[in-house]
């Protein structure tokens, strides 16, 4: 994010190990064997572990992890030192240099974790050996271990935004904030679109507050569809917490102008939690699905320990879908108009004010963006189309209803969020009033809509919600 009259560094030269000259070869061929005896012994670890189910205890789960993590570690950091020593080309790309970086403390930050969590396994299993079974169940194995990678991933975010944000001459202006627009409010009326959206902002937070409280509560609640729920309606509470606060202090100060670092930040978050409300959405459609045509063996395919690994699943590749746009877009150049005429960074309004090529950002967007839109649609849309023709099979009404009472909630909360968010994207060309309106709905919207649908067309969410009124009721009698 540089001025286009700057020169930008496009690459970095690393000098590599201090080798002896005539020395190169032998030192090729000594991290050579290191490499490849590292990826070939993890591998046979990971390989093992799979595929002995004496091994399938959490000391060897964490084992595994481990091992993919110091094959990644090397994979990162050995080809690329190997490569230089062959070639005696030492020179590294920006994006390579940062990419490296990234990877880099990603998974020394992953190592440290594990090491962390099979220490606190050994601490179970021979202070406490009578309840180990019982401590150390399959969900929390996952957990730890998604805890793990979503904690090394924050903390390599922040380190990489910083170096980003530094990797400039030092004789260079940067860009140091941009103006949001906002919405486009009538003149004398800001008071009022302040305290409705306030209200809704504080909609959004205590109604999905109240459904993840009434989840966690309710032991009839603790099944795959509501564990699913729970999770989308925290994700629905950080996107609104992104946007909103920042929209309001604007609208009540009438400061328009929002820093880098917060432009930045404020565009990786709200990309995260789209994407994580992409993926939770598709994840339900699945669990829906498998309720409706596999009823026999739902239990046995919904296991906890898969669901907990396709919430991590949605974790994980929301996070890598972000880190790639973010990345690609921080190396862009802006020139003096710093104009976003929206009321957030939005990735398609910064690209706009760019003064560099963003051929490669559309074809990303386009390619890897495009999947993982329609990669989600796609399974939502095969999971309903599956369900109708196994009930148009048999059609009765008992059997319309019960369908209709099962999915009904998710395909409103679909339809709302996928119409919404194809207008923005697939109508126009150029922002206008009509997409800001329509990023309004699935980013303030929708949110403060989900817990009404679930809440209001879901009868174990009704029950659930009249017993904890009926404890406090009771509790003030």
Known sequence: MRPENQSNVSQFLLLGLPIPPGQQGMFFTLFLGIYLTTVLG???????????????????????????????????????????????QQSISYIGCISQLYFYILFVGLDNYLLAVMAYDRY???????????IMRERLCVLLVAGSWILSCVHDLLHTLLLVRLMRPENQSSVSHFLLLGLPIPPGQQGVFFTLFLGMYLTTVLGNLLIILLIRLDSRLHMPMYFFLSHLAFSDISLSSVIVPKMLINMQTQQQSISYIGCISQLYFYVLFVGLDNYLLAVMAYDRYVAICHPLHYTTIMRERLCVLLVAGSWI??????????????????????????????????????????????????????????????????????IGTIILRVPSTKRLFKAFSTCGSHLSVVFLYYGTTASVY????????????????????TPMLNPFIYSLRNRDIKQALQMCVNRVKFFNW
Request: aromatic share 8%.
């Open 317 to 386: 590749l929301s996070c890598a879908h972000d880190l790639l746009h973010t990345l690609l877009l921080v190396r862009l150049s802006f020139g003096a108009n710093n104009i976003i005429s929206h009321f957030l960074c939005d990735l398609a309004a910064l690209l706009k004010l760019s003064c560099s090529d963003i051929s490669l950002n559309e074809l990303v967007i386009l390619t890897e963006g495009g999947m993982i839109f329609f990669l989600p649609f796609g399974i939502i849309l095969s999971s309903y189309i599956r």
């Open 426 to 445: 697939l109508s126009s060309s150029s922002w206008g009033s009509k997409d800001i309106i329509a990023s309004v709905m699935y980013t303030v919207v």
């Open 124 to 134: 179970v299993a021979i202070c406490h050996p009578l309840h180990y079974t019982t």
């Open 42 to 88: 993890n591998l046979l670890i990971i390989l093992l572990i799979r595929l002995d189910s004496r091994l399938h205890t959490p000391m060897y789960f964490f084992l595994s992890h481990l091992a993919f993590s110091d094959i990644s570690l090397s994979s990162v950091i050995v080809p690329k030192m190997l490569i230089n020593m062959q070639t005696q």
